[in-house]
């Protein structure tokens, strides 16, 4: 009786310890931002929301955007947060809730400070044309700046694209609301400013990204997220991390927002969405998810 008894705790134990799986998350090899943090931050409360007991690794992979979604799809990681694209949406799984609030599509202009002038009488996407962006050769952004007529310039080098801009061989670099004032303090150029009297918006989203074979992982993402939006932690997560860097931003009412086309973005439903933000800064145009 003894033994069965001894034999029963061993098999309990060991279902325990096979409960507790391992996912791999991909991590980039690149310096990291507030907008990393606050992922890595919301991914463990996501899981623990839904009771789901992993045990979290950080793969290196490289920094394109593309590769890692491949590595992805080809089971090389487990999960990874990507702004969505039709074909990425093919290569895995996307977890459809904006986790940036739609502030990924709101794009600040870095500028060379002593080039200011160009971009006086820029009111309009035809004028803006004019002027030359840079982007990533793999990011959906340049897609869409394309797509909207745009003069832009792909590049796989991330810190070439700003020294591009510092060094006026382009006129401009566009940046989302919540890493731009982050990207600024890394790079440390002393020419390179935010354009207070020009923004970009267009509708976009930042999802978490499972490999299609973690059905479960990617269900236990969905409740805890949708956890986390009903209680207020997902919105009091963001706020801490992001309000005050929106807050700083030199936006105002006279700031004009140029509105781009995204045909490469199929909005979430409404259950989808996060509950509403409060107003993270009174001077921001009022439009947000659209």
């Not at 690149?30 to 793969?59: C, G, N, P, S």
């Not at 479960?216 to 963001?238: I, P, R, Y």
Request: charged content about 20%.
């Amino acid at each position: 009786m003894r033994k069965f008894v001894l034999l029963c705790l061993l098999c309990s134990w060991a279902s325990s310890v096979v409960a507790t799986q391992t996912i791999y998350v991909a991590k980039e090899q690149r310096t990291l931002y507030d907008r990393d943090l606050y992922l890595y931050e919301l991914l463990d409360l996501a899981l623990k929301k839904a009771d789901y007991d992993v045990k979290i690794e950080h793969v290196k992979v490289h920094p394109h955007q593309q590769r890692t979604l491949l590595a992805l799809g080809q089971g090389e990681v487990d999960l990874h947060w990507s702004m969505t694209s039709p074909e990425r949406e093919q290569l895995a799984t996307a977890i459809r809730v904006p986790l940036f609030k739609g502030f990924i599509g709101k794009r600040a202009l870095l500028v060379n400070k002593t080039h200011l002038s160009q971009f006086d009488d820029v009111k309009s996407l035809a004028e803006l044309a004019k002027l030359s962006a840079v982007q990533g050769h793999d990011w959906p952004d340049t897609k869409i700046l394309g797509h909207n007529n745009l003069t832009v310039r792909p590049m796989a080098n991330y810190p070439a694209m700003f020294a591009m801009v510092s060094r006026g061989r382009l006129d401009y670099f566009p940046r989302s609301f919540i890493e731009v004032g982050a990207e600024l303090t890394a790079q440390n150029v002393d020419n390179l400013v935010i354009l207070p009297s020009v923004y970009l918006y267009y509708p976009s989203a930042f999802y978490f990204f499972v490999n299609k074979d973690k059905p479960q992982l990617a269900n236990a993402l969905t409740v805890g997220l949708a956890k986390l939006q009903a209680s207020g932690e997902f919105d009091a997560l963001f706020e801490r991390y992001f309000a005050g860097m929106l807050a700083q931003l030199p936006f105002d009412e006279n700031t004009t927002v140029l509105e781009l086309e995204n045909p490469y973005f199929n909005m979430p439903t409404v259950a989808e969405l996060p509950a509403p933000a409060v107003v993270l800064n009174d001077n921001l145009p009022a439009e947000q998810e659209k």
